[in-house]
């Protein structure tokens, strides 16, 4: 079975920190990029900040830039999002997502998600 399970989300104040978490199971970690997306009700989900398979390159969207960083530990089976200087509008599910190309095709999993609520 494939999993991604997040976890580390909660309830913080504007200008706090919080580190979440991507636990992966079930097929090649170090084969799949990761990425964070999210999710806030009425708008469309984005993707926030992406990894590759070895680490070597990262993505960050402009919005958080400067404040989050996203690593992994591929010996652990495991991403971060390390969230700082949080702001009310980060607040929205947080979900880990994973994705390879391969010679058979395409595959990607989505984990269930993680609220993040980041009080003014």
């Known amino acids: 079975e494939v999993q991604l399970v997040e976890s580390g989300g909660g309830l913080v104040q504007a200008g706090g920190s919080l580190r979440l978490s991507c636990a992966a199971s079930?097929?090649?970690?170090?084969?799949?990029?990761i990425g964070w997306f999210r999710q806030a009700p009425g708008k469309e989900r984005e993707g926030v900040s992406c990894?590759?398979?070895?680490?070597?390159?990262?993505y960050y969207a402009d919005s958080v830039k400067g404040r989050f960083t996203i690593s992994r530990d591929n010996a652990k089976n495991t991403v971060y999002l390390q969230m700082n200087s949080l702001k009310p509008e980060d607040t929205a599910v947080y979900y880990c997502?994973?994705?390879?190309?391969?010679?058979?095709?395409?595959?990607?999993?989505w984990g269930q998600g993680t609220q993040v609520t980041v009080s003014s």
């Open positions: 079930g097929f090649t970690f170090d084969a799949y990029a």
């Open positions: 997502y994973a994705a390879s190309i391969q010679w058979s095709g395409v595959y990607d999993y």
């Open positions: 990894i590759s398979n070895r680490g070597a390159s990262t």
